[in-house]
């Protein structure tokens, strides 16, 4: 059973990397940095700007978008809230940067990332979840800023969904950051509402969990027991993620290897 659900999942893996590349080859000849410059401009708040980034992934191969960029966020900064940083900082990270912009671009993250530290606080379970999540995707080190998410969150945890918990410790893993009480605290969060839980977010959690080698067995037999139903649905990765966490971790679950 498992080797069919390889062979499925890798045809979709196949897919999905086909469609990456033909997102990824740069700019299109529809590209127009003028309209993007005057689109940047004409934004009035963060949700604008926001938009602008998320549509426009190319917008750091622009030197003249760029040049607009900086000054807008500079002017929007002061009336951010929360969701605005968590929103922006999003957009950022799912930004195609040649190497001749990434100094800029990671300038901005980083200023950003410092507003959401000072507004920590006022964080909802998705901004912190996002926030980090941008910072991983990115490789971006904030060792005061991991730790200032991890105390805002445990107090709301229960407020984490699905994408939420596994962004949160999948970030985390990423970037070799441990933080125990964070850990367990998700497990008991993650439990209760593990049937809504995705193929990835499965995979996801354990393996972060594996990555820290933060023992939680009655996580990992939950998540078996959500997998199985599901198992078609998993890609090539994520099968590995799964498999590769549970022998890390010595958890023995002979159904999930069956299926």
Not at 49 to 78: C, H, M, Q, W
Not at 105 to 129: N, P, S, T
Request: glycine share 4%; with cysteine; proline share 5%.
């Amino acid at each position: 059973m498992f080797a069919k659900s390889y062979d499925r999942a890798g045809d979709q893996g196949r897919a999905r990397k086909a469609n990456h590349r033909q997102r990824t080859r740069g700019p299109s000849n529809a590209f127009n940095p003028q309209d993007l410059v005057q689109q940047i401009g004409s934004s009035r708040n963060c949700f604008e700007l926001g938009k602008v980034l998320r549509e426009n992934p190319n917008l750091f191969f622009s030197e003249d978008a760029i040049r607009a960029l900086i000054p807008k966020v500079a002017e929007l900064k002061p009336k951010m809230s929360a969701r605005n940083v968590a929103g922006l900082l999003n957009a950022l990270a799912k930004a195609r940067v040649p190497p001749e912009s990434r100094q800029v671009h990671q300038k901005l993250m980083l200023v950003l990332g410092e507003l959401a530290g000072r507004k920590i606080e006022d964080f909802e379970a998705r901004d912190i979840a996002m926030t980090l999540n941008a910072f991983a995707k990115r490789g971006l080190r904030s060792s005061q800023f991991f730790e200032e998410a991890a105390e805002a969150a445990i107090p709301i945890i229960r407020n984490f969904n699905a994408q939420d918990v596994a962004n949160t410790v999948n970030a985390f893993a990423k970037m070799d950051h441990p933080q125990p009480m964070l850990f367990d605290e998700v497990a008991k969060a993650a439990i209760p509402i593990i049937d809504t839980f995705n193929s990835q977010e499965l995979a996801n959690t354990v393996n972060a969990f594996a990555k820290m080698d933060h023992q939680h067995p009655m996580l990992f037999d939950e998540v078996a027991a959500a997998a199985i139903p599901i198992i078609d649905t998993f890609e090539s990765q994520h099968l590995a993620n799964t498999v590769n966490a549970f022998a890390k971790m010595d958890h023995q679950h002979p159904l999930l290897f069956d299926e």
